[in-house]
Nanobody, 122 residues
């Protein structure tokens, strides 16, 4: 069992930055691929970024490339999402997720956090 708790969301002006963190419980954090998804009101949950269990590989949705950076610290059971050059369309609830051998699809993830709200004002 893995419990995920996100933090770091908030209100920021367009062009600003936020750093999200997701702390995982359990001893097997380093076994899991970790990802961030987001969901805007009335829309489906969309993939943002993934980092493999070792941290050696990352992948981003096209609209996040060059602006967002995912990283992890396995010693701290934490995954991060650094978000720069934020746009109003980045406004959403951001969720972290953990899955064994998972990639970009939500159904590949077994564990989800409760989400953290990110609001970008224009």
């Amino acid at each position: 069992q893995v419990t995920l708790v996100e933090s770091g969301g908030g209100l920021v002006q367009a062009g600003g930055s936020l750093r999200l963190a997701c702390v995982a419980s359990g001893r097997t954090f380093s076994s899991y691929a970790m990802a961030w998804f987001r969901q805007a009101p009335g829309k489906e949950r969309n993939f943002v970024a993934i980092i493999t269990s070792s941290g050696s590989t990352t992948y981003y949705a096209d609209s996040m490339k060059g602006r967002f950076t995912i990283s992890r610290d396995n010693a701290k059971n934490t995954v991060y999402l650094q978000m720069n050059s934020l746009k109003p369309e980045d406004t959403a609830v951001y969720y972290c997720a953990a899955g064994l051998g998972a990639w970009r699809l939500p159904h590949q993830y077994s564990y989800w956090g409760q989400g953290t709200q990110v609001t970008v004002s224009s």
